[in-house]
């Protein structure tokens, strides 16, 4: 098996487009890592297609950053060992709904439960129009379930534009640090399938076709004009192709990539 690289940082949101958090090991499963976008706020009313309340409409929630009050309970399922055990692609049960509460540090500096009426009333002062909160213990993301990102894509991108560009604005699952140490190496890897761990395997699909999110500068990182970035489709997004669902672990080696 040929090792391409490392994973270097493994990255959940517990929140739709809410700051994310580094966690040291994640379970992912065939709907992603657990704990991922566990949350997101719908506008009321919202358009039929895609309701979401996100960064898009109303472009500091990226300032809210979200923790699960119980980190471990969110991290793993239980009983994750006995599941393994089992025959492979066996989806483990999740954690109680109340494993996945979350309080909110605001930009203005409360820290609020997220289910409270107070922080609903937050977010729709400053979004304008009324919203819902959702929760799954499925992820809620827009497309696919994880996202993988080259760090050397982002200094690439930074020497396109002159200027630092914070990976944070990509907001990957997965950021790996590549053998070939050169940007958008990714982009090479759709259509192929990645090992990652002992029993981790993703299937590369598509060039991430999204938009990066708007992160305000004063807080995060500098803006370009309307935040929009060159070379904006580098990253990728992928599928979970082995039955055997994983927990990923911290330094963990995508290895050999074959034809998926």
Same mark, same amino acid.
Not at 172 to 190: S, T
């Given at each position: 098996m040929e090792q391409i690289g490392t994973v270097e940082t493994i990255c959940?949101? %517990?929140?739709? *487009?809410?700051?994310?958090?580094? $966690?040291?090991?994640?379970?992912? #499963?065939? !709907?992603?890592?657990?704990?991922?976008?566990?949350?997101?706020f719908v506008r009321t009313p919202g358009p039929k297609g895609f309701p979401w309340h996100t960064g898009r409409e109303q472009e500091d929630l990226i300032l809210f950053r979200p923790h699960f009050r119980e980190g471990?309970?969110?991290?793993?399922?239980?009983?994750?060992?006995?599941?393994?055990?089992?025959?492979?692609?066996?989806?483990?049960?999740?954690?109680?709904?109340?494993?996945?509460?979350?309080?909110?540090?605001?930009?203005?500096?409360?820290?609020? %439960?997220?289910? *409270?009426?107070?922080?609903?009333? $937050?977010?729709?002062?400053?979004? #304008?129009? !009324?919203?819902?909160?959702?929760?799954?213990?499925?992820?809620?993301y827009d497309c696919r379930p994880v996202s993988l990102f080259g760090n050397a894509s982002a200094r690439g991108l930074g020497n396109e534009l002159a200027m630092p560009i914070d990976r944070r604005r990509f907001r990957a699952n997965l950021y790996a640090d590549w053998a070939e140490d050169r940007p958008y190496r990714e982009n090479e890897l759709v259509g192929r399938t990645l090992q990652i761990g002992?029993?981790?395997?993703?299937?590369?699909?598509?060039?991430?076709?999204?938009?990066s999110t708007?992160?305000?500068?004063?807080?995060c990182c500098p803006a370009t004009p309307r935040n929009r970035l060159p070379g904006s489709n580098s990253g990728?997004?992928?599928?979970?192709?082995?039955?055997?669902?994983?927990?990923?672990?911290?330094?963990?080696?995508?290895?050999?990539a074959r034809p998926g």
């Amino acid at each position: 098996m040929e090792q391409i690289g490392t994973v270097e940082t493994i990255c959940r949101y %517990p929140v739709k *487009s809410m700051a994310g958090e580094d $966690v040291a090991q994640a379970f992912v #499963g065939f !709907a992603g890592l657990m704990g991922d976008r566990a949350f997101a706020f719908v506008r009321t009313p919202g358009p039929k297609g895609f309701p979401w309340h996100t960064g898009r409409e109303q472009e500091d929630l990226i300032l809210f950053r979200p923790h699960f009050r119980e980190g471990g309970a969110a991290t793993l399922p239980p009983d994750i060992e006995e599941t393994f055990k089992m025959a492979p692609g066996v989806n483990p049960i999740f954690p109680a709904e109340g494993a996945f509460e979350i309080d909110v540090a605001t930009p203005d500096g409360q820290t609020l %439960p997220l289910r *409270s009426a107070e922080f609903k009333a $937050v977010i729709e002062r400053r979004a #304008g129009y !009324a919203v819902t909160l959702r929760f799954s213990e499925r992820s809620l993301y827009d497309c696919r379930p994880v996202s993988l990102f080259g760090n050397a894509s982002a200094r690439g991108l930074g020497n396109e534009l002159a200027m630092p560009i914070d990976r944070r604005r990509f907001r990957a699952n997965l950021y790996a640090d590549w053998a070939e140490d050169r940007p958008y190496r990714e982009n090479e890897l759709v259509g192929r399938t990645l090992q990652i761990g002992e029993r981790l395997r993703l299937a590369v699909l598509e060039r991430d076709p999204r938009c990066s999110t708007s992160l305000p500068p004063a807080r995060c990182c500098p803006a370009t004009p309307r935040n929009r970035l060159p070379g904006s489709n580098s990253g990728t997004c992928a599928s979970i192709r082995s039955p055997t669902s994983g927990r990923t672990r911290l330094p963990s080696m995508p290895s050999a990539a074959r034809p998926g």
